[in-house]
Every structure is written in structure tokens, then in C-alpha cells.
């Protein structure tokens, strides 16, 4: 299984950008990258998912280098919503749900 | 379309105690998920079924049994409460494998306390 490693904590203000770095340096050749944002005392929620290159949607890109062992969620232009625990989770997403481990997480705060 | 629902939201037992926790998903996902959150951490995999009719153990196992009542429930039996497994516990669903860009979906969590 792919362990991840991510920064405990980061602090930012409202409008930087804000980039969150994933290191998964066993990741294996069907694993995907999925970044989830968790708020308190709810769920965590999907927020990009990739498997190599650059991806981008209406919140957020994901950039993964060649070598695929680590990955960055970028945010733009973070508010002060954007305040949570951001994970990043490594796994063969799409084999018959395998097993799918979570790391500890990034608790990112947003200050005005 | 509810999603993933959970119940009970949240339930106090006492050491020793039994308590089941249910999962229900109408999305006709094939994978289902459970995981624990301690408080200030992240979650912790218990059980996962990748199909109805098949369950695996996952991180945190011990202490917890499940079910697989069919496709769309997955219920999590806690047969002698422990105040170790005070916890949020969050149930997860997954489609069929091989679906691009589709991702889990969690359910709001059943908050537990074991005194």
C-alpha cells in the first residue's frame, strides 16, 4: 500500500494561493491520487482526483511530476471557507474498491 | 438520491455494551467503506467490502465485526464497547471499479461515546 506523507499544518490569508504537497514515494502503477477537504463534524468531500500531468477543475489543480511519487493540490485564492483538513489518499481506487488508507491530513487555516 | 445515510447519528453506550451502526447507501455502489476519526486525527480504516458477499479487514479491525446485508447495506457491530472506541465513525461507498473519475462518497458520520 502507498503510505503518504503531508505537512501536519499550514497557515495562509485569504486570497494566496495555497499549495499542499502529498509524498507517496511507493506508489504503485494502477494507483490514482484523490485530495479530499474535510470541515468538522462532517464527512470528508471529494475535491480532484489524478493519475499523472496536471489537473485542473473549478476548485482546485493537482499537479503530479513524471515520477508520480508525490503530488500537489493547489488552491486558489483560498477564503476563509476554505479553512479545513485537506487529505490526500494513494490507492488502486478502481480494483474492486481495494483498499483505501487515508493519511494524518493538513489542517489548513485561513486568516483574513 | 440520499446518498450515503448512517445511523444512529450519535449514541452513548457504556463499557461492555453492544451496539450495531448502520450504512445504507442508494447510489447502487458495488464498495463499501468503514473508518474511524479520533478526536484532532485522521481516519483510520476498520472494514471494507469491495462487493456484496465479500469483507476484509482493514487498519483497525479489532474489536468490531461487519455485514454485508446486500448491495446496499454495510453494518458495523461493536459486540463489547471499550472507552478506546470512543470515536466518529464514517461510512464510505465506491461505484464499480473501472468508472474514471469517480471517487468515494461518505456518509455524515455516527458519533460514538463509551463511557
Known amino acids: 500500500l502507498a503510505k503518504t506523507t503531508q505537512p501536519i499544518s499550514m497557515d495562509s490569508y485569504e486570497g494566496q494561493e495555497v499549495n499542499i504537497t502529498c509524498s507517496h514515494n511507493?506508489?504503485?502503477?494502477?494507483?490514482?491520487i484523490t485530495w479530499y477537504q474535510q470541515f468538522p463534524s462532517q464527512g470528508p468531500r471529494f475535491i480532484i482526483q489524478?493519475?499523472?500531468t496536471k489537473v485542473t477543475n473549478e476548485v482546485a489543480s493537482l499537479f503530479i511530476p513524471a515520477d508520480r511519487k508525490s503530488s500537489t493540490l493547489s488552491l486558489p485564492r483560498v477564503s476563509l471557507s476554505d479553512t479545513a483538513v485537506y487529505y490526500c489518499?494513494?490507492?488502486?481506487?478502481?480494483?474492486?474498491?481495494?483498499?483505501?488508507?487515508f493519511g494524518q491530513g493538513t489542517e489548513l487555516s485561513v486568516k483574513p | 438520491n440520499a446518498g450515503v445515510t448512517q445511523t444512529p447519528k450519535f449514541q452513548v453506550l457504556k463499557t461492555g455494551q453492544s451496539m450495531t451502526l448502520q450504512c445504507a447507501q442508494d447510489?447502487?455502489?458495488?464498495?463499501m467503506y468503514w473508518y474511524r476519526q479520533d478526536p484532532g486525527m485522521g481516519l483510520r480504516l476498520i472494514y471494507y467490502?469491495?462487493?456484496?458477499?465479500?469483507?476484509d479487514k482493514g487498519e483497525v479491525p479489532n474489536g468490531y465485526n461487519v455485514s454485508r446485508l446486500n448491495k446496499r447495506e454495510f453494518s458495523l457491530r461493536l459486540e463489547s464497547a471499550a472507552p478506546s472506541q470512543t470515536s466518529v465513525y464514517f461510512c464510505?461507498?465506491?461505484?464499480?471499479?473501472?468508472?474514471?473519475?469517480?471517487?468515494?462518497?461518505f456518509g455524515p458520520g455516527t458519533r460514538l461515546l463509551v463511557l
Open positions: 489518499l494513494v490507492g488502486d481506487i478502481y480494483n474492486q474498491g481495494g483498499k483505501l488508507i
Open positions: 511507493n506508489i504503485a502503477t494502477n494507483d490514482y
Open positions: 489524478g493519475y499523472k
Open positions: 447510489m447502487n455502489h458495488n464498495s
Open positions: 467490502s469491495a462487493s456484496e458477499g465479500t469483507t
Open positions: 464510505a461507498s465506491i461505484p464499480f471499479w473501472g468508472r474514471r473519475g469517480e471517487t468515494q462518497y
